[in-house]
């Protein structure tokens, strides 16, 4: 039995991924600082993972075979800069460090889209869309700058370590609840974001079901003695949050998105999973016309 070890084992996504997990036969360890991590859990532990000795514990206490990093502040500016950034960089140094030096051999590391640079008040436009993994970063607010970091901290442990990493990037990230109404990570509904544009238009109507980021990160961790490493992957439901074209849409929020926006037919959306697809045999199964449930 694989012991895979969850940080921030009681979040948005994190809830989903002990389910899933355990659910495919891994003994999980669930850490987090606040309650919720689900009964599928074997173990679950309240620890610190900002600080490094509390990260070597851990660690050292379980002995993983794998580590899902998704612990973090996850919301832009929900906290001060400087708070969201020292946090979110501090524990992806503590994880991979921590990790890497107690000889467990996997880790995923979550990022995020927002390294793209999206949602810019200076402005900004894509280079093209869809957006893979090769489209520049360009962070500008503390929370997507840390997550670029956590993914160069992932890189350098890479190039320095016996122990195999990867990062992802889920979209805009649905728990099955809020399917149901509850609100997501932005405050509003999933029907709110279908019925006013401008609202997941920011983050250019990008989105994935918990559940199907999940079944990602499941098979990454399978496939990872078998990439180069380091790897980056975008995780995007297969269409957009849109009732729409995002040919449409995308300039009506953004117009500098006008040109690139046109390529996009139907309902394709702007960050492509083609690389998943390609290199790890996954999509996503679920979209917001199956998942909603309205009234």
């Avoid at 987090?32 to 900002?50: I, S």
């Amino acid at each position: 039995m694989t012991r895979t070890l969850v940080t921030g084992s009681a979040g948005r996504l994190g809830r989903s991924v002990v389910t899933a997990l355990a659910q495919a036969g891994h003994e999980v360890i669930g850490v987090d600082v606040v309650p919720g991590t689900p009964a599928e859990a074997a173990h679950t532990l309240p620890a610190d993972l900002t600080d490094l000795g509390e990260a070597y514990d851990v660690m050292a206490r379980f002995r993983p075979d794998v580590v899902v990093h998704l612990a973090a502040i996850a919301t832009p500016f929900s906290r001060t800069e400087g708070r969201i950034f020292r946090t979110n960089t501090q524990l992806a140094f503590n994880v991979c460090e921590a990790a890497a030096h107690t000889g467990v051999g996997r880790v995923v590391v979550a990022s995020s889209p927002t390294v793209v640079g999206y949602g810019a008040p200076h402005g900004w436009q894509p280079r093209y869309l869809p957006i893979d993994e090769d489209h520049p970063a360009e962070p500008w607010n503390a929370y997507s700058l840390s997550k670029l970091v956590a993914e160069q901290t992932m890189a350098a442990f890479a190039r320095n370590s016996e122990t195999r990493f990867a990062a992802v990037r889920p979209c805009f990230v649905v728990a099955p609840e809020e399917w149901a109404g509850a609100p997501t990570q932005s405050g509003h509904t999933i029907a709110e974001r279908l019925d006013r544009p401008e609202i997941a238009g920011v983050s250019l109507f990008n989105y994935i079901d918990a559940r199907d980021a999940s079944d990602m990160i499941g098979v990454l961790i399978e496939r990872l003695w078998d990439l180069p490493n380091g790897e980056v992957f975008f995780a995007g439901a297969a269409d957009a949050l849109a009732r729409d074209p995002l040919a449409e849409l995308l300039p009506a929020v953004n117009p500098a998105t006008a040109a690139s926006a046109a390529g996009l037919t139907g309902t394709s959306p702007a960050f492509s999973s083609a690389k998943a697809e390609r290199m790890l045999g996954w999509t996503a199964k679920r979209d917001w016309r199956s998942e909603l449930e309205i009234g």
